[in-house]
């Protein structure tokens, strides 16, 4: 204490002398500093306690403590419903993927099978359109040659042909005609 009031004394002192400085030694400063902060907060705290401010401090603390965790639960909340949304909507991605390539492989599938049945009847149809023709054409042939044979045979009949021979194919056919129709009765 003496130490306090020797330190105040001094301050006095100096003031008087009409000058100022700053006193070094660390050991007489730091009481007087010591004092003037105490005699401070008593002068201005006389109502207010310190075990009031740190429970109100304390008060504020845990309440944004208690808000932080409930921001952060909330925020968790969320973050495993947008996790979930997006496992279904990858899923259903996943499935719209798997069924666009099943799909596109069916329809390519029933492209080339179309195509080959498309085709198929065509190489049938060039088939029946060349038999057809061959047919056409043979048929013309026989006719041709039909015809050039009954021409030839009716030359050769015309030119060998007299009424006598004329007159004996007549009966003959007449008497088969006759024997047909006795068999048919």
């Known amino acids: 204490m003496k130490n306090i009031t020797d330190s105040f004394v001094s301050l006095v002192r100096w003031s008087f002398a009409g000058s100022f400085g700053f006193n070094t030694d660390i050991l007489a400063t730091n009481p007087i500093n010591l004092s ?3 005699g401070v907060l008593i002068f ?5 306690r310190v075990s009031d401010l740190l429970d109100n401090r304390k008060r504020k603390i845990l309440n944004t403590i208690r808000n932080s965790e409930e921001l952060q639960g909330g925020a968790i909340q969320r973050l495993e419903k947008a996790r979930a949304r997006l496992r279904k909507v990858e899923r259903e991605a996943d499935q719209f993927r798997v069924n666009g390539y099943s799909e596109i492989e069916r329809e390519k599938l ?3 099978k179309s195509t080959y049945k498309t085709l198929e009847e065509l190489e049938n149809y060039k088939n029946e359109t060349i038999r057809f ?5 043979v048929q013309q042939v026989r006719q041709q040659v039909f015809q050039q044979v009954l021409k030839g045979a009716r030359g050769t009949l015309n030119s060998s042909l007299n009424k006598e021979l004329h007159l004996r194919t007549i009966s003959e056919n007449i008497d088969t005609f006759e024997a047909m129709a006795e068999i048919t009765d």
């Open 36 to 38: 003037v902060v105490l």
């Open 44 to 48: 201005f705290g006389k109502g207010v």
């Open 110 to 112: 029933n492209l080339i």
């Open 133 to 137: 023709d061959h047919q056409r054409a």
